[in-house]
């Protein structure tokens, strides 16, 4: 417990910071062309359906605008984006054969030894393609497939991905889905069978170290019928003068009595566009529960979507949004009740410091087919200055009247009279505000893994650093 | 011709999909004809100034100016109907100058395919208050907008809605509530009931602007739905600028609640009944802060019609 103690109060943000020099195996050209498509594909090796999906979706993307409602983001500049880095390393399954400075950056990261404790597989991105993919003999044994999309996709599972590839979250569906319809690669597919329960959880971790590049990793996950997973995504990026972008897609199809917990701690660098998709798919009985944190980027719009199609289908999902200076974060999420009996829960803090921007923002929509469907929303906003905003955007849709719906919100400020507690207990103002920052982000931290709770907290107390005066 | 116009739009959008970031209603702009403008300034007496606003002609607009001087207070009571395949803006302009208080009372009684707009604009210096009380219990499709900028230090505003949806009909609200002074203060309740294929939009915007420190905003809804096609959608906003403020918002929807079933069923009170009674509360509340005993009787008059 004391080391904890002291690996908290030890921490550093330059560890998220070092930028390897940049070793490029390929770098695409900037921008965005059929060119640049035709390209991305002979380089990927895709079957000729996946070459013309890339098109179709790149159609979709000259044809879509951005939402109005979206935070600002001029400072995205596409054609001086390049859409495809592939590092100086093939994918290996022994750190030994990692590139030093990629392994480096990584061991850093501390995604090696969370591997070596606590984790039943691990797939490492760096820039475009996976370096590292790892599951362990037991969890292969059980029939779980963990591999990276790319293998799946021309490989033993290529039936399945093709009838699984973005038919949740379709390139119409908003212009950054198309964009990544059009420019995906990396990312992960997991496949775990029917009743098939990790007691551990897997992970994919996220590196984007080239300047002025895009991220755009597909996971696709298929938790069967009766099966249970806990997977973890990670992600990094060191800070460049020029902006980067991450437009990944994440799909999660969660069969009968199934369930699936995936934890997301988002640490991108504060140049960053962060424009993700997520979504579930819930039949009869399944669970999802969404835990995120969110703490980096420039921009960030991030909004995981729970579709629960089958009765008795469920959601939850609990998140912390940090933004400080310079970040403008629009989070939140979105839920279908569709099914019978569904029930959806969404918790929620947000914090906004040094001018940061943090917007709430949800829906919850209940079909008429979805009777006696429960929802409870709860989302809670800080202020810690009068230089940020706060703001909570929630909506509901309800279609039934056989629903039960509720609503609740609250923004303010820290309590003095807490701050006077704890300062007269002899603990100083900025450890005062910074424990009372942690303890109202609890409802996240106490729902990941111990490493990834220190994690979160250690980014709650970097950014409350220099809070007062 | 009608065209299409664009009302009661957000100050901060959403999702499009959920195609409620404002609504839309077909006027004819051309061919509206003006109603006689009212002006009221305050003078302070304790019998509330009444003023009946009937429809004429398919399209029409009526504009009321409310003025409290210093120190001062009014009461308003707007009696609006409109006949059937007509439509009306009702626009109310309030200025409320220092510690005056506005109470402006607002009944609809509309028929069936019939189109009602009430606008309310009001400013307030300091430590003004206003306070609405609007009751909805017709037939024709309702739109209100309620823009409140509670400019000056401590001012407040107080909203309570009723209203009783049925058949086919469509209620779309829209609340803008602007804290720009200090300590000002907002209270906000809807209630209300969904029957048959009734539709309800409802936006409540709290805005606590930078600088409007130790503000407190505070918006509560409650829908009742009873209808197997009913419709609501609720989007309750709070945008924060400033540290020492407070913002709250709750909202409760669905149908009579197990407990509160429980309770008039142990009463031998049917499901039935206990639902009427409940879809009447909100409006019945709403009728005796009037203060005013004939828009009191009338409106539970409209209500039993209607039931």
């Known amino acids: 417990m004391s080391e904890e103690k002291s690996y908290v109060a030890d921490i550093d943000r330059s560890i998220y910071d070092i930028k390897d020099v940049e070793n490029d195996d390929f770098r695409m050209k900037d921008g965005l062309s059929h060119e640049i498509i035709d390209k991305l594909s002979e380089e990927k090796h895709d079957p000729e359906w996946m070459r013309e999906f890339r098109h179709k979706s790149l159609d979709i993307y000259n044809q879509l605008g951005v939402p109005d409602w979206v935070p600002n983001i001029d400072g995205l500049d596409m054609d001086h984006i390049a859409t495809y880095v592939r590092p100086k390393s093939k994918m290996e399954n022994t750190w030994e054969n990692v590139p030093d400075d990629i392994k480096e950056t990584f061991e850093r990261l501390g995604i090696p030894e969370a591997e070596r404790k606590s984790l039943a597989g691990v797939g490492a991105q760096y820039d475009s393609e996976l370096v590292y993919h790892n599951v362990k003999d037991d969890v292969s044994k059980q029939g779980v497939v963990y591999t990276d999309m790319e293998s799946a996709l021309t490989g033993e599972y290529a039936d399945m991905v093709h009838e699984y590839f973005m038919k949740l979250v379709p390139p119409t569906d908003h212009k950054f889905a198309a964009l990544h319809g059009a420019v995906w690669s990396g990312g992960s597919f997991v496949y775990v069978p029917k009743g098939v329960h990790l007691d551990i959880p897997l992970q994919s971790y996220f590196r984007l170290n080239a300047k002025g590049a895009g991220q755009f990793e597909h996971t696709l996950i298929i938790v069967d019928e009766g099966a249970d997973l806990h997977f973890i995504e990670g992600c990094s990026a060191p800070k460049y003068n020029v902006a980067n972008l991450h437009a990944g897609c994440v799909e999660l199809y969660i069969k009968k009595n199934a369930k699936l917990r995936y934890s997301t701690i988002e640490n991108w660098s504060k140049n960053m566009y962060n424009l993700n998709t997520k979504r579930a798919l819930c039949e009869e009985n399944a669970v999802v529960e969404w835990v995120s944190g969110s703490f980096g980027s420039h921009v960030g719009c991030l909004y995981p979507m729970s579709v629960l199609k089958g009765d008795n289908s469920r959601t939850e999902f609990t998140g912390v949004t940090f933004a400080g200076a310079t970040q403008n974060l629009d989070t939140g999420a979105k839920v279908v009740h569709i099914g019978e009996n569904t029930t959806s829960y969404m918790n929620t803090r947000s914090i906004s410091k040094d001018g940061g921007i943090s917007t709430f923002r949800s829906s919850v929509v209940v079909q008429k087919s979805a009777k006696n469907a429960k929802s409870a929303v709860s989302c809670q906003s800080l202020m810690l200055d009068s230089e940020s905003r706060s703001d909570t955007i929630p909506a509901m849709d309800i279609r039934t009247k056989d629903a039960a719906i509720g609503h609740e919100a609250k923004i303010g400020a820290i309590s003095d009279d807490a701050v006077f507690y704890l300062m007269s207990r002899g603990i100083s103002e900025e450890d005062a505000r910074a424990l009372i920052v942690s303890g109202f982000a609890d409802n996240v931290s106490k729902e990941l893994p111990m490493e990834y709770a220190v994690e979160m907290n250690n980014l709650i107390r970097l950014e409350m650093k220099g809070s007062i005066g | ?307």
Request: glycine residues 6%.
């Open chain 2, 1 to 307: 011709m009608t065209q299409e116009r664009v009302i009661n739009r957000m100050p901060s959008v959403t999702w499009n999909f959920l195609r409620a970031n404002d609504a839309k209603i077909q006027w004819d702009e051309e061919n509206t004809k003006a109603l006689t403008a009212e002006n009221i300034t305050a003078g302070n007496t304790a019998e509330p100034v009444k003023i009946d606003i009937n429809n004429e002609g398919s399209f029409c607009r009526k504009i009321v100016n409310i003025e409290a001087a210093e120190g001062q207070t009014v009461t308003v009571i707007e009696n609006m109907s409109v006949a059937a395949s007509c439509n009306m803006e009702v626009k109310t302009q309030i200025k409320g100058r220092k510690d005056s208080v506005i109470r402006l009372i607002q009944v609809q009684k509309t028929e069936e395919d019939s189109l009602l707009f009430v606008d309310v604009q009001c400013d307030l210096e300091e430590s003004a208050r206003f306070e609405t009380v609007q009751v909805f219990p017709g037939k024709g499709d309702i739109y209100l907008n309620n823009q409140v900028e509670l400019t000056g230090d401590d001012s407040s505003y107080r909203s309570d809605i009723g209203y009783l949806g049925q058949k086919t009909q469509n209620i779309d609200i829209n609340l803008v509530v602007n804290h720009w002074g200090k300590r000002t203060e907002c209270q906000i309740q809807a209630d209300g009931a969904l029957k048959d294929s009734a539709k309800k939009t409802f936006r409540g915007t709290i805005d606590l602007k930078h600088g409007g420190t130790d503000a407190v905003g505070d918006e509560k809804e409650t829908v009742l739905m009873l209808g197997e096609d009913v419709a609501n959608i609720t989007i309750p906003i709070i945008l924060c600028a400033e540290e020492c403020v407070q913002g709250n918002h709750g909202a409760t929807i669905g149908e009579l609640d197990d407990e509160t079933l429980f309770y008039f069923e142990s009463r031998g009170i049917s499901r039935e009944t206990a639902e009427k009674l409940m879809s009447r509360a909100a409006i019945e509340r709403l009728a005796r802060l009037t203060g005013d005993e004939e828009t009191e009787k009338a409106i539970l008059e409209d209500l039993e019609e209607v039931l």
